[in-house]
C-alpha cells in the first residue's frame, strides 16, 4: 500500500508531488514534482525532509533547491568504482593508473562496498600481481592507490575501520630496482638535431621532453591555449581530455634552447586546438600511442633509452648546475615528500626556473646542422 506522504508513482519509480499555496506560487509555480527514486525507504526520507523544508520556505519566502537538496539527502553508493570516480573527480589527478589499479582489485575480489574488503583481500591483490611479473614498485603504486580510495571513503562514510589496504607488506621490495639509464650530452645534442632537421611529430617530442623534464602525457596533452610563445612558456594543467598525475604536476614552464625551438614547429603542424592532433580523435587522449612511438625511435637510436629516460636525465643535469632541490621538484611536477616547508607559499617565479634552466640547457647552437 501506497502510504508515503506528497509522493506518485509511475513506472515503479516514485515522484515527489504537491501542490504549493497561493503565497508561495510567485516563487515555485503551482506544483512542485520531481523523480526522488524507486527506493521506498530511500523516497520516504527524502520526502518527510523535502516537505518539511518546503513548508517552511513557503512561509518565510526564501526560495529552495530542492531538487539539489533530495540528492544530497540520498544515501551514498559505497562500492568501490562508486568512490573511486568521486576521488578522481576531486583530486583532479590522471585517471590511468588508479584505474589500473581498480581493474586488478575487480578482478581479484570483486567491486564490493568498500567497508567489506578485508586483509585477505589486500594480500591477495598483493599476490595476484606478484605472480603477474610486474615490479615491486609497480606493486606498491597499485596498493597505495587503492589505499587512497579507501582512506577517502571510510573518512565520507563514517567508517570506524582500520584500512586493510594500508601499511601491506609487499615480499622483496625494492629488490628488483633497476636503475635507469640516462642520457650523455652528447646523445641529446644528437637527438635534438635529428629531430628540429626531420620536423618529425615524434621525434620533435625529444627536445620537448628533454629541455623541459616533463611527461609525456603532460607535452601530448598540450593544447594551443596552454602556450604562450610572447613569454615563451607552457602551462602544465589539466583539461577534460588529460587529467595530471599529482596535484604539484600543474605548473607553468619556461622553454629554452632546442625546446622552443621545437614547439615554433609544432605550432606550424598544429590544428589551432592541440598541439599533436594526430594523438586525439572521438575516442579521446591517445597517449599511449605516443609514448609507444616516440619509445621506439628512442630505444633503436640510443641503446634502449626511453622517453622516460629524459626526465631522470633533466633531474640529474639540475643537479650538476646545483639547483636548489625544491626548484627542481617544482619543474618536473615532482611532490616533495621528504621537504614540508615546500608545501608553504607560491613556489618559484617562472624567471627564476628559467635561470637554472638556462644553466642546464643544451645550447641551441648546438643543436643545428647548420650553427
Same mark, same amino acid.
Not at 573518512?155 to 615480499?171: G, H, Q, T
Given at each position: 500500500m501506497h502510504t508515503i506522504p506528497h509522493t506518485l508513482i509511475r513506472d515503479g519509480k516514485y515522484l515527489y508531488n504537491r501542490r504549493v499555496p497561493v503565497k508561495a506560487q510567485n516563487r515555485y509555480g503551482r506544483l512542485i514534482r520531481f523523480r526522488i527514486g524507486s527506493d521506498p525507504q530511500v523516497v520516504e526520507l527524502v520526502a518527510v525532509r523535502i516537505t518539511d523544508l518546503l513548508s517552511r520556505s513557503f512561509n518565510d519566502g526564501t526560495v529552495l533547491d530542492y531538487k539539489a537538496i533530495a540528492e544530497s539527502l540520498r544515501p551514498k553508493e559505497e562500492k568501490y568504482s562508486y568512490w573511486l570516480e568521486e576521488y578522481l573527480e576531486l583530486r583532479r589527478i590522471a585517471p590511468k593508473h588508479p584505474h589500473l589499479a581498480a581493474r586488478t582489485l575487480f578482478a581479484v575480489c570483486g567491486d564490493r562496498d568498500v567497508a567489506d574488503y578485508c586483509r585477505d583481500d589486500a594480500r591477495a591483490v598483493v599476490s595476484y600481481l606478484s605472480k603477474s611479473g610486474v615490479s615491486t614498485s609497480t606493486v606498491r603504486k597499485r596498493i597505495n592507490s587503492i @589505499?587512497?580510495?579507501?582512506?577517502? /571513503? #571510510? /573518512?565520507?562514510?563514517?567508517?570506524?575501520?582500520?584500512? $586493510?589496504? @594500508?601499511?601491506?607488506?609487499?615480499? *622483496?621490495?625494492?629488490?628488483?630496482?633497476?636503475?635507469? *639509464?640516462?642520457? %650523455?650530452?652528447?646523445?641529446?645534442? /644528437? *637527438? #635534438?638535431?635529428? /629531430?628540429?632537421? @626531420?620536423? @618529425? %611529430?615524434?621525434?620533435?617530442?625529444? $627536445?620537448?621532453?628533454?629541455?623541459? *623534464?616533463c611527461r609525456i602525457s603532460e607535452i601530448v596533452g598540450l593544447r594551443v591555449e596552454d602556450i604562450d610563445l610572447g613569454s615563451a612558456v607552457i602551462h602544465i594543467c589539466p583539461h577534460a581530455h588529460r587529467g595530471l598525475k599529482t596535484a604539484s604536476s600543474e605548473r607553468t614552464l619556461p622553454l629554452v634552447g632546442a625546446a622552443l625551438e621545437a614547439l615554433c614547429i609544432a605550432l606550424k603542424q598544429s590544428d589551432g586546438v592541440w598541439l599533436f592532433p594526430r594523438y586525439y580523435d572521438a575516442s579521446g587522449f591517445k597517449g599511449t600511442h605516443a609514448s609507444n612511438a616516440i619509445n621506439k625511435w628512442l630505444k633503436q637510436r640510443f641503446d634502449g633509452l626511453t622517453a622516460h629516460s629524459l626526465r631522470h636525465t633533466m633531474r640529474d643535469r639540475l643537479r650538476e648546475v646545483e639547483a636548489p632541490l625544491e626548484l627542481i621538484d617544482q619543474i618536473g611536477g615532482w611532490s616533495s615528500v621528504s621537504n614540508v616547508g615546500s608545501r608553504y607559499g607560491s613556489g618559484y617565479k617562472v624567471e627564476q626556473l628559467q635561470i637554472w634552466l638556462d644553466r642546464a640547457s643544451i645550447p641551441l647552437s648546438a643543436c643545428r646542422l647548420n650553427p
Open positions: @589505499s587512497a580510495v579507501m582512506n577517502y /571513503a #571510510y /573518512a565520507e562514510l563514517d567508517i570506524e575501520k582500520r584500512n $586493510p589496504f @594500508s601499511r601491506v607488506y609487499i615480499k *622483496g621490495e625494492g629488490l628488483d630496482v633497476k636503475k635507469r *639509464g640516462t642520457f %650523455t650530452h652528447e646523445q641529446l645534442i /644528437a *637527438g #635534438y638535431k635529428e /629531430a628540429l632537421s @626531420s620536423g @618529425s %611529430t615524434v621525434k620533435l617530442l625529444m $627536445p620537448l621532453l628533454g629541455e623541459t *623534464g
